[in-house]
């Protein structure tokens, strides 16, 4: 019976915090975004497109950024030719809070806990940055893969750091015993 209730409570946690962080965010981009025109993007993806163009240009590729008239989205210039639109999406919140959820559902040590939320949150959001930094140049370089970057390898960069995070965490910190 104990390995139910242990199950019953990973998933009450795990889902309560989604969703009270979900509703935060969906807030946020409510208060934040306009989906009419004129467009305009949350703050978050907005700062996202910026650290992404500033990267960039570190590295030697010409960046600019502006605000799409059509759609909710940044539109991304490398050498003034469009390599790609950053959308709300882009910005690795949602995936964050995923990661936290649970991180929470699977507690450990409460100043250990926060720390690591803070710590693979930051990790994640960076990760983020350069995962969009090198689609961009991939995508400026090698239209034609469009599709294979896009949609698998460069998720999985973000994902495959999210699952890594959890291992780490659950094999060193938590304090769920088996």
């Keep these: 019976m104990k390995g139910n209730k242990t199950v019953v409570l990973f ?3 795990f889902f309560g915090t989604y969703l009270l962080l979900f509703l935060l965010y969906s807030f946020y ?3 934040t975004q306009n989906e009419t025109s004129p467009f305009a993007c949350a703050p978050i993806t907005k700062t996202v ?3 992404t163009k500033y990267l960039l240009n570190i590295f030697g590729y010409p960046t600019e950024i502006v605000q799409d ?3 909710v989205s940044v539109k991304l210039f490398i050498n003034g ?3 790609a639109f950053i959308v709300e999406g882009c910005n690795a919140i949602s995936i964050i809070i995923l990661f936290i959820a649970f991180i929470v559902a699977f507690a450990g040590k409460f100043k250990t806990t926060v720390l690591y939320i803070l710590f693979g949150s930051l990790l994640i959001y960076f990760t983020n940055i ?3 930094a090198i689609i961009s140049v ?3 370089e090698y239209p034609q893969y469009q599709h294979v ?3 698998i390898v460069f998720p999985a960069i973000i994902y495959g750091i999210t699952f890594l995070l959890w291992f780490v965490w659950i094999r060193n910190f938590s304090t769920l015993k088996k």
């Design 130 to 132: 350069v995962r969009i």
């Design 11 to 13: 998933l009450i946690k």
């Design 69 to 71: 008239t059509e759609t």
């Design 29 to 31: 981009l409510e208060r």
């Design 81 to 83: 030719k469009f390599t």
């Design 49 to 51: 497109a910026q650290q």
């Design 149 to 151: 970057l896009h949609e």
């Design 138 to 140: 991939a995508l400026y």
